[in-house]
Nanobody, 126 residues
Framework: QVRLLESGGGLVQAGGSVRLSCVAS?????????ASWFRQAPGKEREFVAV????????YYSEFAEGRFTISRDMDKDTVYLQMNSLKPEDTAVYFC??????????????????WGQGTQVTVSS
């Protein structure tokens, strides 16, 4: 069974940092074209955070993530990371890792992804 497993969430104060990790099991990230992070706050739609191309390492961010968050991948560890700095209370959400076999035009939309993790909660206190 192919799965994505996120970890690293928790409670952090505003201005602090958190690093999320996402590991693939059952199928390696190298067989996917891209990996992304999304987030979903209570009562809101799931929104795109950042994407990284597994082989070419093309990277794109949402506007709110640009300059504060960094997505990266470690091919040896088959892991995707999301380093989040200067966190704000509005960053509170469940963060999901996702993977896709192709890089479509709508990579910022959740419909583009075929595999999702279970999510990890990040809570930023003021």
């Amino acid at each position: 069974q192919v799965r994505l497993l996120e970890s690293g969430g928790g409670l952090v104060q505003a201005g602090g940092s958190v690093r999320l990790s996402c590991v693939a099991s059952g199928r390696t990230f190298s067989t996917y074209t891209m990996a992304s992070w999304f987030r979903q706050a209570p009562g809101k739609e799931r929104e795109f955070v950042a994407v990284v191309g597994w082989r070419l390492q093309s990277i794109y961010y949402s506007e709110f993530a640009e300059g504060r968050f960094t997505i990266s991948r470690d091919m040896d560890k088959d892991t995707v990371y999301l380093q989040m700095n200067s966190l704000k209370p509005e960053d509170t959400a469940v963060y999901f890792c996702a993977a896709a076999s192709f890089w479509p035009m709508n990579y910022r939309e959740k419909q583009a992804y075929e595999l999702w993790g279970q999510g990890t909660q990040v809570t930023v206190s003021s």
